[in-house]
């Protein structure tokens, strides 16, 4: 199977109407969407997505942010899916990616900045599951020769 990641449009990017512009991005890209919902986050699910900063002093502002509105959760499929996506989406300070990336075009804040992507495969496969259950993924094919060609496969 191709490689796989996990993007979450947060709460932000709904509330701006950004949903189309940014999973444009990653269609023209050439990537292919796999799973694709909107939900509300909990707090025991934020607790769990955002382990790694729950002890910090922002994550109770971080917390409300991601949880007081819906989201848009896409799992995307394609060649080196977890390193490109993090380059389409720019670094987590949206005030200095550089502007092209998603962040780097639609925000300048390091909180409300519009979109998370899984930071590595081991990252990616741990939280695909976290927000599909495995029959919301789908396998499809796809008119991909354009993008690819059969060294990419
Ligand atoms: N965040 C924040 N303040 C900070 C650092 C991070 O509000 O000082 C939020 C921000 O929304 C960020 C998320 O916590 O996207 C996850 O942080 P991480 O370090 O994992 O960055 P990312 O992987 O999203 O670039
Ligand atoms: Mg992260």
Same mark, same amino acid.
């Given at each position: $199977? ?11 990017? =709904? ?6 512009? !940014? ?11 796999v799973?694709?919902?909107?939900l509300? $986050? #909990? ?8 382990a790694?900063? =729950? ?9 409300k942010?991601? %949880?007081? *509105?819906? !989201? ?9 899916? =977890?390193?490109?996506?993090?380059t389409? =989406?720019?670094? #987590? *300070?949206?005030s200095?990616?550089p502007?092209? #990336? ?5 925000? *300048?804040?390091?909180?409300r900045?519009?979109?998370?992507a899984?930071?590595?495969?081991? %990252? ?9 259950k495995?029959?919301?993924?789908y396998?499809?094919s $796809? *008119? ?7 060294s990419?496969?």
């Amino acid at each position: $199977m191709k490689e796989r990641t996990l993007l979450l449009l947060k709460p932000d990017a =709904v509330q701006r109407g950004l949903i189309g512009e !940014i999973v444009l991005r990653f269609e023209r890209k050439g990537f292919k969407i796999v799973g694709l919902k909107m939900l509300k $986050m #909990t707090k025991e699910l934020a607790r769990e997505h955002y382990a790694h900063l =729950v002890s910090k002093p922002f994550y109770p502002d971080l917390e409300k942010f991601v %949880t007081e *509105n819906p !989201i848009i959760a896409v799992a995307i499929e394609g060649k080196e899916a =977890v390193e490109v996506t993090r380059t389409i =989406v720019g670094p #987590t *300070n949206a005030s200095k990616a550089p502007a092209g #990336t998603i962040r780097g075009d639609f925000s *300048n804040s390091t909180s409300r900045n519009v979109i998370h992507a899984s930071d590595s495969k081991e %990252t990616a496969a741990k939280e695909i599951p976290r927000f599909f259950k495995p029959h919301e993924l789908y396998d499809y094919s $796809m *008119n991909v020769e354009p993008f690819l060609c059969a060294s990419d496969e």
